[in-house]
């Protein structure tokens, strides 16, 4: 989500303190009394009560009321609207019950520029407001939800005290209405400026200056319905200097519009707040009682969901009173429409366990709507077209105070299908820049995972798009080179239809679920029967990668065509009925045992939860664009596949009147994707399971390290699809046809680098990427903390793993053949494996002191073996052997020479 202004909190009251265990009347007291508790305000000193404000004498100056909406048009809903069409100019009128009252308000960016981070559909903000009167002015109020207590008591009294709301504007009265009891503001002193942020998300996006020239921008389409206001805005902005955009005609200028809606909150409407539990993933909204000090915990935790209610109480399979309504935007192109529909539709299996009938709808937008898809009362699946964005999202417009989603619109850039059609071979512009930015990342790869606080779509959005390409890339490779267009209108269904489902179940309230993937054993991957009834994957909220077969083997589904179990599960925990409902309105304490019921099954394997801020630890058995529940054979199979593709590429390519830079992309892609799961490898060394479950019994734990024969396989996998001499064989043909595009235009700039593949620097860069995280400071720290928790000889060592990397590493000096001349590929590698003991041993970086002597013995033993090497060969080396060893010989005699100062 765009990061200008989060959902900003203000005070507000929430009275709840009733523990589970009460009485029977205190546990069916309604929810009625308790959200009327939720409009409570603090204490507002100093300013006239809204009876008062029509009898004021200061406000006979102001224009007459009938003077200032002569002449207008007016629009009655929510708030009554009068527009001027003629000097443009839009009046809001505040009735008096509507001034220190709750409302929704949710800002979305409808037109943008299709580059650097600024696309059409992205929603900017949503938050709670209230209008508040202060003498002649009205005020643009965020209310603080984030701390509440019981009214009218003490901690009531200090809350108001302690925290603040968010003032965001002040605007004048206009006109009042004594009779109406009413009062008018110019709405143009509100929005017809920066109101949504937009100059400090161009200043961070663009790195350029713009500011919004307010006597070019404008009111577009405004409507007022009953329950909300919808207002398009229009702003051109401009910059003396502006950004180098590729979009827009004359970067100085441009125009964004933003969609305004300004909503009733729902009150009284029959929806009980659900608990969160930490081992289902809902996205929650939290908030801390300051009225309870009778438990260990002061946050009060609400799953962000839809409010569903049964039609036929007590059938265990009913149609819901009011379904959830997806409307596909007029928009989305007409081949896209079913797999849209499907992907959307699937999640209904889930619903049914959880007791509802066709829970969700999918309409189609008519080509003449009356209504736009911005607008809080539609849910809509947009499409939008980009250079540079390749992602999805469905952000929710949410109650903050009780968890309640309200709105949901999930926008699709045309970039994730368009390059995956035949007359494509890439995705991406797989440019130096990038390849470089990919295997020079730590050990968890390039866009591991989204940070949590600030959520990188586009992040995610590349790397399932380079997934996507490498599938459709693998089909045009089958017999014959050539490309079946009914097979890839399939694969492109999957994969949309695949994607769609992973962005619905946001819009259902649901996290990310990076144990999803592991399911399934990698033999039952591609057999239907399993996979069209069970689901390829526990659940659909991970970021899964292609599924491609290995060789031998019969292709499967590439992308699921269910949910799975997980998925299932976590929707009857959000959805289901409570056995309360029966018997009346509730307080969410209520629920707790019905729920824990639910979740009681949390230990099962398939049921395992991960999410964003669990990952960043090294477990194998959760990560991002992985699959199967033995990813190192999955990995191997995978980076099988991928040389098979190169040497297809090396036999069949490029095709006759094909540009050979389609070539050099397509390399490049694949060898990503041979990083990427050389990279999930590499997670087996030190990893460890982590499961959310709460203790059952004495053998269940919350970590467990990953089992040393695993470790010890893994290693061997690295060292020969990574390490060894012959890891990387390309002919001088392949290699020299791997040549750049030479279009030089807007979107696609000419490099002004070598022309010529840099094929060093590329193996270079991924094998020190995975080397380097082998032996950074948190692994090995890991593994000495393992050390601790396992029984003897049942944890791989620090000694084993510096051991075995220099053995596979340094093998022609540390083997026990003749020593021979050692490859350009080989000594780069070895110089950087030196340069880590070196940095190692000099306190360059943070390791394990334990770590630190290691890394000194292993240069003293390799220097010995040099030295007995050098001695023995004599002058049968060519001088590039010769002048390595030498020259690492120096470097180790030096650095253990090195008189370090103290600290």
Not at 335 to 348: F, K, P, Q, S, T
Not at 433 to 453: A, D, E, R, T
Not at 828 to 843: A, D, T
Not at 890 to 897: A, C, E, G, S
Request: glycine letters at 4%; charged letters at 20%.
């Amino acid at each position: 989500m765009i990061p200008w202004l989060t959902t900003l909190s203000v005070c507000t009251v929430f009275l709840y303190n009733i523990l589970l265990g009460s009485n029977y009347l205190a546990l069916t007291q309604g929810v009625n009394f308790y959200l009327q508790q939720l409009n409570t305000l603090p204490i507002i000193e100093n300013l006239s009560s809204a009876e008062n404000i029509f009898k004021e004498s200061k406000f006979n100056d102001l224009q007459r009321f009938s003077e200032v909406i002569r002449e207008t048009d007016k629009l009655e809903g929510l708030f009554t609207i009068y527009r001027s069409l003629e000097d443009d100019r839009i009046y809001l009128e505040i009735a008096s019950e509507q001034l220190n009252k709750n409302y929704l308000g949710t800002v979305t960016l409808d037109s943008g520029i299709g580059e650097s981070g600024i696309y059409s559909g992205l929603a900017l903000q949503d938050f709670l407001f209230y209008f508040r009167r202060v003498n002649n002015r009205i005020h643009f109020v965020i209310r603080n939800v984030n701390f509440r207590a019981t009214s009218e008591t003490p901690e009531h009294k200090a809350l108001t005290r302690s925290f603040s709301d968010s003032v965001l504007y002040s605007v004048p009265i206009v006109s009042v209405s004594s009779q109406r009891k009413s009062l008018l503001i110019n709405l143009n002193d509100l929005l017809i400026q920066d109101f949504a942020g937009l100059t400090p998300l161009l200043k961070s996006s663009l790195f350029a200056d713009y500011e919004l020239a307010e006597n070019k921008s404008y009111f577009g389409e405004v409507n007022s319905f009953p329950e909300n206001i919808e207002i398009n805005s229009i702003y051109n902005f401009s910059a003396n200097q502006g950004a180098n955009l590729i979009t827009v005609p004359d970067s100085r200028a441009l125009t964004l519009k933003v969609h305004y809606s300004f909503s009733q909150l729902p009150e009284n409407n029959g929806y009980i707040p659900r608990l969160a539990d930490e081992r289902v993933g809902y996205f929650i909204t939290a908030y801390q009682d300051l009225s309870n000090y009778n438990t260990t915990e002061s946050f009060v935790r609400y799953i962000n969901r839809w409010h569903l209610e049964p039609s036929v109480n007590d059938a265990p399979l009913s149609p819901p009173k009011k379904p959830i309504v997806f409307w596909i935007e007029n928009a989305v192109p007409l081949e896209y429409r079913d797999a849209i529909r499907e992907g959307v539709l699937m999640w209904n299996k889930a619903f049914e366990k959880a007791g509802f009938l066709n829970a969700i709808q999918v309409r189609q937008m008519p080509e003449n709507a009356d209504w736009h898809p911005a607008d809080v009362r539609y849910n809509t699946i947009r499409w939008f077209n980009s250079i540079d964005a390749f992602f999805a999202k469905a952000p929710t417009r949410v109650n903050p105070l009780t968890g309640e989603i309200l709105d949901a619109d999930i926008i699709v850039d045309a970039n994730m299908v368009r390059s995956l059609q035949p007359e494509y071979r890439s995705l991406i512009a797989a440019n130096s820049n990038q390849i470089n930015q990919l295997l020079s990342s730590n050990h968890q790869g390039f866009c591991k995972v989204p940070n949590p606080k600030t959520s990188d779509d586009r992040c995610y959005g590349i790397e399932s798009s380079l997934q996507a390409a490498i599938g459709a890339t693998a089909i045009s490779m089958m017999p014959n080179s050539a490309l079946d267009d009914e097979k890839m209108q399939e694969y492109v269904h999957q994969y949309l239809r695949s994607l769609i489902a992973h962005e619905v179940g946001h819009a259902l309230g649901l996290r990310h679920n990076f144990h999803g993937s592991t399911m399934l054993a990698p033999a039952e991957l591609n057999n239907p029967e399993i996979t069209h009834s069970k689901g390829l994957v526990s659940s659909v909220m991970d970021y899964l990668p292609v599924n491609l077969a290995p060789q031998g083997t019969a292709q499967g589904d590439y992308f699921p065509a269910t949910i799975g179990p997980y998925d299932e599960w976590a929707i009857m925990y959000g959805y289901k009925p409570s056995n309360f409902e029966s018997i009346g309105e509730i307080i969410p304490e209520a629920e707790k045992p019905f729920l824990e019921q639910i979740v009681g099954s949390s230990k099962q394997p398939e049921l395992a939860y991960a999410t964003d801020e669990d990952i960043w630890d090294i477990n194998p058995n959760a990560n991002v664009w992985d699959m199967s529940n033995d990813v190192l054979v999955y990995s191997q199979w995978q980076m099988d596949n991928a040389r098979l593709m190169w040497q297809k590429l090396d036999k069949h390519y490029p095709v006759k009147g094909e540009s050979y830079s389609q070539l050099r992309t397509v390399f490049d892609k694949i060898l990503i994707y041979y990083f990427r799961n050389a990279n999930l490898i590499a997670d087996y060394i030190g990893g460890q399971s982590f499961r959310r479950n709460y203790a059952l019994d004495v053998n269940n734990w919350a970590f467990v390290p990953t089992d040393l024969a695993k470790q010890r396989e893994a290693l061997a996998s690295l060292n020969e699809y990574i390490f060894a001499e012959d890891a990387f064989n390309f002919s001088p043909q392949l290699l020299n046809q791997l040549a750049p595009s030479r279009w030089n235009h807007w979107g696609n700039p000419v490099p002004i680098s070598r022309l010529d593949y840099p094929i060093h620097d590329r193996i270079y860069r991924l094998q020190s990427t995975i080397l380097r995280s082998l032996l950074e400071g948190d692994r090995l720290h890991r593994l000495l903390d393992i050390e601790l928790k396992t029984l003897l000889g049942e944890a791989l060592t620090i000694p084993e793993l510096f051991d075995t990397l220099q053995n596979s590493i340094w093998t022609e000096v540390l083997g026990k053949e003749e020593l021979k001349s050692i490859s350009s590929i080989r000594r780069s590698l070895q110089r950087e494996h030196l340069e880590i003991l070196l940095e190692m041993v000099l306190r360059k970086t943070d390791v394990p002191e334990d770590g630190r002597t290691l890394a000194w013995y292993e240069l003293k033993q390799l220097q010995k073996a040099i030295s007995a090497k050098l001695k023995k060969s004599g002058e049968q080396l060519d001088i590039y052997t010769t002048a390595h060893l030498e020259e690492i010989s120096d470097r180790i005699t030096k650095t253990l020479n090195a008189s370090l100062l103290s600290r």
